[in-house]
């Protein structure tokens, strides 16, 4: 079973900065797929195949990686960004679905 | 619009039995693999189960596995989730999700408001 990290476990970013948020696999998987949940909301689809914006994702977001190393980055953060993302992956056989223990974005 | 709204939830205690449904709408619901994700107060996500598109494949972490029994009603865009001897480790929001278009499910690209079970005595 792969096992993801996510780290850091909290930051706190202000307004203007660049934030960057990872995602360690302990195998090497083909994509990873991130979802933002704010509080009280359900999570959503934010990037999928590692780097593609889900719909409605602003560009200031993007993603990379491959093996076991993977990343969200904000360009700029923005207060609307204040959020919880987690990574996800997927394994074939047999299907199963993990995900990162998530990431808490918060203002400065 | 896709929308996913699920009932079902409550109190229940341990030991017993509870029976979670998810209606979808704004798309073609038997297209589409679907999955419940659970996520335990103040805590992560946690995958629970995922059907195929006819029913005829379900899949289920090691967590829940002869416990609970994920099914679907494609007349009625309803998705089910059957969760028998229930555990207070199983106390949490559940979600019900749709996974991407295709053959191959990979990821969750919409998701429901999520229904609360509490399993207590």
């Known amino acids: 079973e792969i096992v993801l990290t996510q780290s850091p476990t909290t930051i706190a970013a202000s307004p203007g900065e660049k934030v960057t948020i990872t995602c360690r696999a302990s195998s090497s998987v083909s994509y990873m797929y991130w979802y933002q949940q704010k509080s009280g909301a359900s999570p959503k689809l934010w990037i999928y195949?590692?780097?593609k914006l889900a719909s409605g994702v602003p560009n200031r977001f993007s993603g990379s990686g491959s093996g076991t190393s993977y990343s969200l980055t904000i360009n700029t953060m923005e207060t609307e960004d204040a959020a919880t993302y987690y990574c996800q992956q997927w394994s074939s056989t047999p299907p199963t679905f993990t995900f990162g223990s998530g990431t808490k974005l918060e203002i400065k | 619009e896709v929308q996913l709204v699920e009932s079902g939830g409550g109190l229940v205690q341990p030991g017993r039995s509870l029976k979670l449904s998810c209606a979808a709408s704004?798309?073609?619901?038997?297209?589409?693999?679907m999955a419940w994700v659970r996520q335990a107060p103040k805590k992560g996500l946690e995958w629970v189960a995922t059907i195929s598109t006819s029913g005829s494949r379900t899949y289920y972490p090691d967590s829940v596995k002869g416990r609970f029994t994920i099914s679907r009603d494609n007349a009625k865009s309803s998705l089910y989730l059957q969760m028998n001897s229930l555990k207070s480790e199983d106390t949490a929001t559940y979600y019900c999700?749709?996974?991407?278009?295709?053959?191959?499910?990979?990821?969750?690209?919409?998701w429901g408001q999520g229904v609360m079970v509490t399993v207590s005595s």
């Open positions: 999700a749709r996974h991407r278009a295709g053959i191959t499910p990979y990821y969750f690209d919409y």
């Open positions: 704004g798309f073609t619901f038997s297209n589409y693999y």
């Open positions: 195949d590692t780097s």
